[in-house]
């Protein structure tokens, strides 16, 4: 029996923010309709587990496949699912929230200070011009722009709206820079594949 080794490719870590977004609805529908609560807290336990997994292989393939990892950050387009460690590490935050705000703080915390770090280093990539026009689509908006507006969240979330109103206000910038550039590549009509 042959056994594939392919390392964790970032973009798994979307199945926390389906999963996150999920049981928040769930909480709310319970709260509003009176549907069973449990069935909400039981797909955030879900999401924190899916999470926890997630974040243990992630971390293994930059121990032990590294040249894949690296290989990952360096692609133009997959590079930005990267992004979505600390999307889905802030959202882990909402799950666990209601049992622990200081845990939900300090995930909150940790999430958005990777977030806002691998924005920063990737807007630096773009920066540097000589990209290829065909790797330039959504999955742009992702480190700063998805990024930003989910910490927004996930800080009013916890009660900080201010610091949710400054990231909410990044994300709008970040997706009017990003949507001219997108948007000229669309009017260009440069041809994918």
């Known amino acids: 029996m ?40 039981v797909i955030m336990v879900s999401a924190a587990i899916v999470w926890a997994v997630l974040l243990a292989f992630y971390l293994a393939k930059w121990v032990w ?16 699912f990267i992004g979505l460690v600390g999307v889905a590490t802030s959202l882990v935050a909402v799950a666990i929230a209601p049992y622990s705000h200081v845990l939900a703080v300090l995930l909150f915390v940790i999430g958005a200070l990777a977030t806002v770090g691998f924005g920063v280093y990737r807007t630096g990539h773009l920066w540097m011009g000589d ?5 330039t689509t959504p999955v742009l908006y992702l480190p700063t722009v998805a990024g930003s507006f989910v910490s927004g969240f996930v800080a009013s979330y916890l009660g900080y709206h201010d610091v949710g109103t400054l990231f909410f206000g ?7 820079t990003l949507e001219s550039i997108i948007t000229h590549r669309v009017v260009r009509q440069i041809n994918v594949g």
Do not use: K, M, Y
């Not at 496949?65 to 930005?80: G, K, S, T």
């Not at 990209?131 to 790797?135: C, Y």
């Open 2 to 41: 042959r056994i594939n080794s392919h390392p964790l490719p970032a973009s798994f870590f979307g199945i926390v923010l389906g999963l996150v977004g999920l049981g928040d609805c769930w909480r709310v529908a319970a709260s509003v309709w009176q549907l069973p609560h449990w069935i909400g807290e």
């Open 65 to 80: 496949f590294r040249d894949e990892a690296l290989a990952e950050l360096r692609h133009p387009v997959q590079c930005c």
């Open 131 to 135: 990209r290829d026009p065909v790797t």
């Open 170 to 176: 990044a994300g709008v910038f970040s997706w009017f």
